[in-house]
């Protein structure tokens, strides 16, 4: 079973969440609001979708990269970690 129907309704209510942040966005500015309000709404938007898709790839590596026939090997999983880490770590 992937990772995305085990995880369906957690992951639906994010992606909920930030449509409700992307329609601010667009309410704040179609009300012409200031924009640092504007800015500030679209980072918040980023910021949770840049959450989602770091949890999502952290997901995919350790369901179909990982698994397989066999079972990684100890360094397989320390390089799993690894771009795991830096792939957060850019999204932040």
Do not use: F, W
Request: aromatic share 2%; charged share 25%.
């Amino acid at each position: 079973m992937s990772h995305t129907i085990k995880d369906k309704l957690p992951l639906i209510l994010r992606a909920k969440r930030i449509q409700g942040q992307v329609q601010a966005l667009v309410r704040a500015l179609e009300e012409e609001r200031d924009c640092s309000d504007v800015l500030q709404l679209m980072s918040a938007a980023r910021g949770a979708m840049n959450s989602l898709m770091a949890e999502l790839l952290e997901g995919h590596i350790r369901s179909h990269v990982l698994s397989g026939r066999q079972k990684p090997t100890a360094q397989q999983v320390v390089a799993a970690d690894e771009v795991i880490d830096m792939v957060k770590s850019y999204l932040k």
